[in-house]
């Protein structure tokens, strides 16, 4: 059974900086491309970034410049590095292979001063 095992999260003032981190259980992430979703109280979950297979980075228009992903296929490990972080980046973070694969617990950011 696919399972992805977010972490990372937590408070910070605006401005901050967050690493979030991802394990894939059950699954190669190697072969995959991954992505980063988020959920914000009373929205619907959103894309915000993707890694190809090969490094190959997008981004959501509004967290361009300031979030960067990362993989470690050996480590079966995706990141989420996020700076200049702002009150409205304030959801809960999810990794996956694909959205129709599931989803794990995610992991709580909270901007605020």
């Known amino acids: 059974q696919v399972q992805f095992v977010e972490s990372g999260g937590g408070l910070v003032q605006p401005g901050g900086s967050l690493r979030l981190s991802c394990a894939a259980v059950?699954?190669?992430?190697?072969?995959?491309?991954m992505y980063w979703y988020r959920q914000a109280p009373g929205k619907q979950r959103e894309w915000v970034a993707t890694i190809t297979m090969s490094g190959n980075t997008d981004y959501k228009d509004f967290v361009k410049g300031r979030f960067t992903a990362s993989r470690d296929n050996a480590k079966n490990m995706v990141y989420l590095q996020m700076n200049s972080l702002k009150p409205e980046d304030t959801a809960v973070y999810y990794c996956?292979?694909?959205?129709?694969?599931?989803w794990g617990q995610g992991t709580q950011v909270t901007v605020s001063s």
């Open positions: 059950g699954i190669r992430i190697s072969m995959s491309a």
């Open positions: 996956t292979t694909s959205p129709t694969t599931g």
